[in-house]
C-alpha cells in the first residue's frame, strides 16, 4: 500500500490509511517477526495511534489486540503494571496465527505520562490506581477506542477476535460498528508490586483476571 499523506484530507471523510512500511521486529523470545506498520489520516481524537498487522489478510475474524501505551511498562519495564508482558505476550501470539496489534497512545487510561506520575504517588501513600485518578480529578479510565474502531474500518477489518481480559474494549468496538465474535484472555502477569493494580482491575472495571488464592490473601 503506498503511502498518503494527510496534507490535503478532506474534512468530514472516513480515517483512511496514511502510510504503510515493513516493520521487522525482535520478539521476547528471541524470535524475528515480520510485520507491517500502518499510520492513519482523519482519526477521531487526532492522535498518533498506529497498527501493526502480522500474517496475511485472509482470515475471517483475525485477532486483534488494543493496547495501551505505557511507558514505563512498555519500555522501561515496570513491575508495577502488567502492561509490558502483555504487550510481548501479544506480540509472540500475532507472529504465530498472524492479526493486527492497534497500540493506542492513551497513557495512564488517558489521562498522560505526567498525570500517571503523580498517581503513582498517591499509590505510595495507600491509594489504588482508580482512586489516584480520581484524587487527581480524572475519571476512572478515561479511554476512548472510537479511533481504534475507525483503524479497524480503515484496514477493512469488521468482524475480529479480539484478546482482552477488560470488557469496557469489547463493549465500545461493538458500540462503533466492530463484531467481536469471540474473546481471548491475556495471560494473568502477577508479582509483589502489581497484585493491588490487578486486584484493582478485577474490584472497578471488572477485568476477566484469576488471581491465585495465595495473591489475593498475602
Keep these: 500500500m503506498a503511502s498518503s499523506p494527510c496534507l490535503h484530507a478532506v474534512p468530514n471523510t472516513e480515517p483512511s490509511v496514511r502510510t504503510a ?3 521487522p521486529i525482535h520478539l521476547a523470545d528471541g524470535r524475528e517477526a515480520s510485520s507491517t506498520i500502518y499510520s492513519f489520516c482523519g482519526l477521531a481524537d487526532g492522535k498518533e495511534h498506529f497498527a501493526l ?4 489478510d485472509d482470515v475471517d475474524a483475525p485477532l486483534v489486540r488494543l493496547h495501551s501505551e505505557c511507558m514505563t511498562g512498555d519500555v ?7 502492561c509490558g508482558p502483555q504487550l510481548q505476550e501479544s506480540l509472540l501470539r500475532l507472529h504465530e496465527e498472524g492479526g493486527y496489534l ?3 497512545r492513551q497513557e495512564g487510561r488517558g489521562i498522560g505520562l505526567y498525570a500517571k506520575l503523580d498517581a503513582y504517588r498517591l499509590q505510595e501513600s495507600g491509594h489504588d490506581t482508580y482512586a489516584a485518578n480520581r484524587a487527581l480529578g480524572h475519571g476512572d479510565d478515561e479511554r476512548d477506542y472510537t479511533a481504534a474502531a475507525e483503524m479497524l474500518k480503515a484496514l477493512g477489518v469488521t468482524r475480529i477476535t479480539l484478546i482482552t481480559n477488560n470488557p469496557d474494549k469489547r463493549a ?3 458500540a462503533h460498528g466492530i463484531e467481536v ?3 481471548r484472555p491475556t495471560g494473568v502477569f502477577f508479582g509483589r508490586h502489581n497484585v493491588r493494580y490487578l486486584e484493582a482491575k478485577v474490584r472497578h472495571t471488572h477485568h476477566t483476571l484469576t488471581l491465585p488464592t495465595a495473591v489475593k490473601d498475602s
Excluded at 522501561?76 to 502488567?82: I, N, T, W
Design 21 to 23: 512500511a515493513q516493520l
Design 53 to 56: 498487522r502480522f500474517g496475511n
Design 76 to 82: 522501561l519495564g515496570s513491575a508495577r503494571c502488567d
Design 102 to 104: 492497534l497500540y493506542m
Design 172 to 174: 465500545q468496538l461493538e
Design 181 to 183: 465474535v469471540a474473546v
